[in-house]
């Protein structure tokens, strides 16, 4: 284990030494930032069921933001160590296949969970000055920062299988945001298509992240999306951890 803790290591490191790292910060930040303002001026309008948790995970400008992020902090996972030559001497090492893609998922989730901390000041700030909740329960806010994490779990191994698909780095964004975003609009099908049967409208909603938020931001914590973002992620990483191991062989 401690050969995995020193890769862990060097991979978040990694995020730190480059700019890009503190460029994303500084954008999400401020997106997210403007997305908390907006959806707490639409509610000081006047009297609303919604919480400020519910309008600041259930904005347009949420999701595009949280689309974003993930081509840019996958991207250079394997694909960098392909293009500069860096990955021959990573396998040369006495560790394991899965153990090297485990790490740079897991060095990519942990900048991920990075980004999300500093929005628990939002309504840490927005409840001081107020004097009001911003839910009506603690399960509101443990709801959506479980499928902040489930999800973040999943659409990372999305970024990094298409990492590892090539060397480009543009090409594997490319590829990780149209599938990510691919996936969040096939679960807004039922939203589109109005003459939906209920059985497909139900399945439909089984795949949709921006149903999935709507009932987590409200607590309502259920058990098949978080079964979903968790058997989707292990998929990925071992589909991922096939790629990388045909690709090993042919350098």
Not at 48 to 75: D, R
Not at 102 to 113: N, P, T
Not at 193 to 220: C, I, Q, W
Request: hydrophobic share 55%; net charge positive.
């Amino acid at each position: 284990m401690t050969k995995f803790f020193t890769l862990l290591g060097r991979e978040v490191k990694s995020f730190f030494y480059s700019p890009i790292a503190y460029v994303v910060m500084f954008f999400f930040l401020l997106i997210t930032g403007f997305n908390f303002y907006i959806g707490v001026s639409l509610l000081n309008r006047g009297p609303s069921e919604v919480t400020v948790i519910e309008a600041f995970f259930n904005t347009v400008l949420f999701w595009i933001a949280y689309l974003l992020i993930f081509p840019l902090i996958t991207m250079r996972t394997f694909s960098e160590e392909f293009k500069m030559g860096t990955i021959e001497t990573l396998m040369t090492a006495p560790i394991r296949d899965w153990q090297v893609v485990i790490s740079k998922w897991l060095g990519c989730l942990v900048f991920y969970v990075i980004l999300w901390v500093p929005s628990l000041l939002y309504f840490a700030v927005f409840q001081w000055t107020t004097k009001s909740e911003a839910a009506h329960a603690m399960g509101a806010y443990a709801g959506s920062y479980l499928l902040l994490l489930l999800m973040g779990m999943f659409y990372i191994a999305i970024g990094c299988f298409a990492s590892v698909l090539t060397r480009n780095q543009i090409i594997a964004a490319v590829i990780s945001f149209c599938a990510i975003t691919i996936l969040l609009f096939a679960g807004l099908l039922s939203f589109i298509v109005l003459n939906m049967t209920p059985g497909l409208r139900d399945f439909v909603a089984y795949f949709s992240a921006v149903e999935h938020m709507g009932e987590f931001s409200k607590g309502v914590i259920d058990s098949r999306p978080i079964i979903y973002y968790t058997t989707m992620t292990v998929l990925m990483l071992v589909l991922t951890h096939q790629v990388f191991q045909a690709r090993k062989w042919k350098l």
